[in-house]
């Protein structure tokens, strides 16, 4: 499967920024993947940030940094996986990167396999 991240862009911290990640290219139903967020920040390791399972997406994962603030969701008509931002801080910025995976756990812990898939990054710059 193909990953398209795109929506990322500079915001001054307090604002807000959706993140989308559309899919195509793939043998199976979009919705039989489990759809992640991840970031990396300059100097530091790529981090989760938030997943949510497959189907309807009726389970969600966040990062304790981003709960509250941020919200991942999905439309399987439109083979996308959405971060909605809010409440932006300077220390959210980073390059963020969607991801694949039909077995959920690999997403939430960061245990990848071969199977997985990557998008590229997208830049959220946030200013104080």
């Known amino acids: 499967v193909q990953l398209q991240a795109s929506g990322g862009g500079l915001v001054q911290a307090g604002g807000s920024l959706r993140l989308s990640c559309t899919a195509s290219?793939?043998?199976?139903?979009?919705?039989?993947?489990?759809m992640g967020w991840f970031r990396q920040a300059p100097g530091k390791e790529r981090e989760f940030v938030s997943a949510?399972?497959?189907?309807?997406?009726?389970?969600?994962h966040y990062a304790d940094s981003v709960k509250e603030r941020f919200t991942i969701s999905r439309d399987n008509a439109k083979n996308t996986v959405y971060l909605q931002m809010n409440s932006l801080k300077p220390e959210d910025t980073a390059v963020y990167y969607c991801?694949?995976?039909?077995?959920?756990?690999?997403?939430?812990?960061?245990?990848?396999?071969?199977?997985?898939?990557w998008g590229q990054g997208t830049q959220v710059t946030v200013s104080s």
């Open positions: 991801a694949a995976s039909v077995t959920l756990h690999h997403i939430v812990e960061m245990s990848f396999s071969t199977d997985d898939y």
């Open positions: 290219a793939s043998g199976r139903t979009f919705s039989s993947y489990a």
């Open positions: 949510i399972s497959q189907l309807g997406g009726w389970s969600t």
